[in-house]
């Protein structure tokens, strides 16, 4: 795995192919030695001269444009649920919906096992198309972005004649796109092994405050782990199906753990919410508890944890959903045998939501 250029990332995702190539918004001066990049994750954002939501709005910036951040501000003037501010060229924007990003391009495999490859995109965004009847299109008017994760099942020569991966979907067989095998990084096996294997099961727990918009990991009732999250929002418009789209309080156990989901529909659309209806492909590191469907996981379409957010489920930070996919139970056995394992089941860790 090597960083480059954002010169190189241009030529190497696959930009110049003609009306189907996807282009994306760069500023002009995003080049290598300014300080960390960061993507905007919502359709428009204002930049402020300050870092406050009282000062003068001088601009705006768009979805999936590309800044570089060169400073982080814990702003006096807030919001206290979070007061974090990021210095940009021209002012500064608020983190709530920013990721920040890299630029880290992988060596292609040669070969994939039928049971397919788990993998982790490493470029800010990247392109998904189909291949129908030998003709490439599209897949969706939106890429998928950095730090989603795919099951890769095979290998083709890619419509700019590099190596793109098949990506199935876990939600079925027929559902297939390809991504440029450059972005994507393997995951092996021991990156995901379990955490405190020797602890019984009735020693961990998990809880969550709904209050406080915070989880605890405890192992022999000592906290071992928190973090901020965000749980869901209470809104009789956004029920579905008659499911309240707040986290439920109570006592649950995790019941399914799937490293990848592709959660709402498949249009691949995040802002596709007329109707109840969004799309989050590649959604990292699933942890199930509620028979409502209700699941611990990473987030790649804000950085807001520490107010509620979400549609019923508990949104963390990708690194932190990690840790707690790995820590929990049942565990994750790798390596997988076949597609079936893709998603694991078993009474797990207990849940306790106040």
């Known amino acids: 795995m090597k960083r480059i250029s954002r010169r190189d990332f241009l030529k190497l995702s696959g930009l110049a192919l003609g009306t189907l190539a996807f282009r994306p918004v760069f500023p002009y001066y995003l080049e290598e030695g300014y300080g960390e990049i960061a993507r905007i994750a919502v359709t428009e954002i204002d930049l402020y001269a300050k870092p406050n939501d009282e000062s003068d709005i001088i601009g705006k910036r768009y979805r999936d444009q590309l800044v570089h951040v060169y400073d982080e501000i814990t702003s006096s003037e807030g919001p206290s649920y979070n007061p974090l501010w990021y210095k940009v ?18 060596e292609p495999l040669s070969y994939i096992p039928d049971s397919g490859q788990l ?17 490439w299109s599209m897949w969706n008017s939106m890429p998928i972005y950095y730090e989603t994760t795919h099951w890769v099942t095979g290998i083709v020569d890619g419509p700019d004649h590099t190596p793109w991966y098949e990506i199935t979907s876990e939600l079925t067989d027929t559902l297939s796109y390809y991504l440029p095998a450059a972005h994507l990084r393997p995951i092996p096996d021991e990156e995901i092994s379990p955490l405190s294997p020797d602890v019984p099961i009735g020693k961990k727990r998990i809880e969550i405050s709904v209050g406080y918009q915070t989880l605890k990991a ?54 596709d919410d007329k109707n109840d209806r969004f799309s989050l492909p590649g959604v990292p590191w699933t942890c199930f508890f509620t028979e409502t469907g209700v699941a611990l996981h990473g987030t790649y379409w804000h950085n807001n944890f520490g107010i509620q957010m979400s549609h019923g489920c508990v949104n963390m930070r990708n690194e932190d959903a990690k840790w707690i996919f790995r820590w929990t139970t049942p565990t994750y056995t790798t390596p997988i045998k076949s597609r079936t394992d893709w998603e694991q089941k078993g009474m797990g860790t207990p849940v306790i939501v106040t």
Do not use: C
């Open 119 to 135: 993998a982790e995109l490493t470029v800010p965004y990247s392109p998904a198309y189909q291949l129908v009847k030998g003709k």
């Open 218 to 271: 405890l192992e022999y009732n000592e906290v071992v782990f928190s973090t901020r999250v965000s749980t869901g929002i209470r809104s009789r418009l956004r029920s579905k199906n008659g499911i309240p789209t707040e986290t439920p309080k109570g006592k649950f156990n995790i019941y399914s753990k799937m490293p990848n989901k592709h959660m709402g529909s498949v249009s691949g659309n995040p802002d």
């Open 89 to 106: 060229w021209g002012g500064y924007l608020h983190s709530a919906h920013i990721q920040k990003v890299k630029v880290q391009l992988n």
